[in-house]
């Protein structure tokens, strides 16, 4: 019968590959779903360029492949399948390190440079067919989240123009017409328009899901690490203990 941390660590890393097969999986069908998005939808541009979601489908891909030996390996007690699991484990794990912590240097680097004032610029100047989808860039993006302005209801007094409707609560959501001018009007004289500029919100929008995203990664990263230490250490276990199992049989034909 073979010792009970044997069994424990087959069990284990066998939950551990399981888990990265089914995250290897999700992480493809959302990345393959994201190109699929930026072809039927050319104009709208993602966060996420073309190299960085065939980079996540790879990684996808490669997580897959390696859980699946994690799980031969396992279940086999194939010391040489073991061995190769942990190899492309600790690969992974570099490139993962790497790429995250060049993401967050390149963030912080250009992170100052936003592009927020270039599109106010041009939707407050530009009065042709751009300038109208800058308008409607605009009108949505202070809509939802509730901003106004690059800084704030005062860069629309800088540029001598008039705060939008989009940058008051009750008069946005209302088509053009009687009811919308009086409640736009209301809002400018009672000064109830949001205040917190729309770099600020995105700032911390970008800042919490940051966060949210280090996180996961820096626990799967761990998992990752935890499951190179169960292969390499049941790896050699098996060995050692098919190595007491042939001297012992060997000592037995001996005597």
Avoid at 123 to 133: H, L, P
Wanted: hydrophobic residues 45%; positive net charge; charged residues 20%.
């Amino acid at each position: 019968m073979k010792p009970k941390s044997i069994r424990c660590m087959k069990f284990f890393l066998a939950l551990f590959n399981i888990i990265f097969i089914l995250f290897g999986l999700v992480l493809m069908a959302v990345t393959v779903i994201n190109m699929r998005e930026r072809k039927s939808l050319p104009d709208q541009q993602s966060t996420l360029s073309r190299g960085v979601l065939s980079f996540i489908l790879t990684l996808g891909v490669g997580l897959v492949v390696t859980a699946v030996l994690g799980c031969i390996g396992a279940l086999r007690e194939n010391i040489k399948i073991l061995y190769v699991h942990a190899c492309f484990l600790i690969f992974l794990v570099t490139v993962e390190v790497i790429v995250g912590v060049g993401g967050a240097v390149l963030s912080a680097w250009v992170g100052g440079s936003s592009e927020l004032s270039v599109h106010f610029y041009k939707n407050t100047t530009v009065e042709d067919v751009e300038g109208s989808n800058q308008k409607m860039f605009w009108d949505n993006l202070q809509s939802e989240n509730q901003c106004c302005g690059v800084e704030g209801p005062e860069d629309y007094a800088i540029l001598d123009r008039e705060i939008p409707a989009s940058c008051c609560l009750r008069a946005h959501p209302l088509r053009e017409g009687g009811a919308r001018r009086h409640l736009h009007s209301t809002c400018l004289n009672d000064k109830s328009y949001y205040l917190k500029g729309c770099e600020e919100v995105l700032r911390q929008k970008r800042s919490f899901r940051g966060n949210i995203f280090i996180t996961t990664v820096v626990i799967f990263v761990l998992l990752e690490i935890i499951c190179i230490i169960l292969s390499l250490w049941m790896a050699r276990s098996v060995r050692n203990e098919r190595r007491k199992l042939q001297q012992n049989l060997q000592a037995h034909f001996e005597s």
